[in-house]
C-alpha cells in the first residue's frame, strides 16, 4: 500500500506570498497517477492538478505541479485569500486510491 | 455541466443503516466509476469504495468490506451508498466523486487516476 505524506502540515503565510507543498510516496509512482485537490471550508474538495503536472480546467497558471518518483510538489504563486484552505495528495494506479494527510494554508 | 448532486443530512442511531444518493448529471452516467469517500470531522480523506456503473461491479476499502454496499440506477443516473451497522465513528461528510476508470462503448476501460467532480457531500451523524 502506497501511503503520502504531506508536509508541512501547516503553514501560515500572507497574501501575495509564494509557495511550495510537499507529497512524499513511501514508494516509486507514476507521475500520471499523481492529484492535488483544493478544499476550502464547508466545502468539497476541488480538483486542481492531475497527471502530477496538469492544471484542470479553470485553474489559474499560479497553480503548478512537479515532481516525480516519490517526490512531488505543489507550487502556488501570489497568494489570494482563496488560496487559503487545505491541500490533499492523492494517488490512484487502479488498485486503491490513497490521499495524503493534508496541508492546510492559513493566513498570516 | 458535469454535475454529481447528493442527497440531504441524516440522523442516524447506532447500529443502525444509511443510505446516500448520488445523482449525475452533464456527462453519461455509466462511462465513469463513482468513487465513495468520507471525511470525519476536522479530518483528512478516506476512500470507501468505487463502483462502476456499468455492470455494477465493486471494490472497497478492507476497512469497510462487509458493512458497505454500493449500488446504482442507471434509468435514473444515480449511485448509491449504504453503511450499515452504524458507530459514533461513522459520523462523517460523505462524498461521491466521478473517476477512477472511464469505460467506452467498446468495453474497453481506461484508468483516469483523478477524481472530478464531487458531489457537495452529506453529513451522516450518528448518535443515540
Known amino acids: 500500500e502506497i501511503v503520502l505524506t504531506q508536509s508541512p502540515g501547516t503553514l501560515s503565510l500572507s497574501p501575495g506570498e509564494t509557495v511550495t507543498l510537499s507529497c512524499r510516496a513511501s514508494?516509486?509512482?507514476?507521475?500520471?497517477?499523481l492529484a492535488w485537490y483544493q478544499q476550502n471550508p464547508g466545502q468539497a474538495p476541488r480538483l486542481l492538478i492531475y497527471?502530477?503536472?496538469t492544471r484542470a480546467t479553470g485553474i489559474p497558471d499560479r497553480f503548478s505541479g512537479g515532481g516525480s518518483g516519490t517526490d512531488f510538489t505543489l507550487t502556488i504563486n501570489r497568494l489570494e485569500p482563496g488560496d487559503f484552505a487545505v491541500y490533499y495528495c492523492?494517488?490512484?494506479?487502479?488498485?486503491?486510491?490513497?490521499f495524503g494527510g493534508g496541508t492546510k494554508l492559513k493566513i498570516k | 455541466q458535469v454535475q454529481l448532486v447528493q442527497s440531504g443530512a441524516e440522523m442516524k442511531r447506532p447500529g443502525a443503516s444509511v443510505k446516500v444518493s448520488c445523482k449525475a448529471s452533464?456527462?453519461?452516467?455509466?462511462?465513469?466509476?463513482i468513487n465513495w469517500v468520507r471525511q470525519a470531522p476536522g479530518q483528512g480523506l478516506e476512500w470507501m469504495g468505487w463502483?462502476?456503473?456499468?455492470?455494477?461491479?465493486?471494490r472497497f476499502a478492507q476497512k469497510f468490506k462487509g458493512r458497505v454496499t454500493m449500488t446504482r440506477d442507471i434509468s435514473i443516473s444515480t449511485a448509491y451508498m449504504e453503511l450499515s451497522s452504524l458507530t459514533s465513528a461513522d459520523t462523517a461528510l460523505y462524498y461521491c466523486?466521478?473517476?477512477?476508470?472511464?469505460?467506452?462503448?467498446?468495453?474497453?476501460?481506461?484508468?483516469?487516476?483523478?477524481?472530478?467532480?464531487w458531489g457537495q457531500g452529506t453529513l451522516v451523524t450518528v448518535s443515540s
Open positions: 463502483m462502476n456503473p456499468n455492470n455494477g461491479n465493486t
Open positions: 466523486a466521478r473517476g477512477g476508470f472511464h469505460h467506452d462503448s467498446s468495453g474497453y476501460s481506461n484508468l483516469v487516476g483523478w477524481f472530478d467532480p
Open positions: 492523492q494517488h490512484y494506479d487502479g488498485s486503491r486510491p490513497t
Open positions: 452533464g456527462y453519461t452516467f455509466n462511462t465513469y466509476d
Open positions: 514508494q516509486s509512482v507514476a507521475s500520471s497517477f
Open positions: 497527471g502530477a503536472s
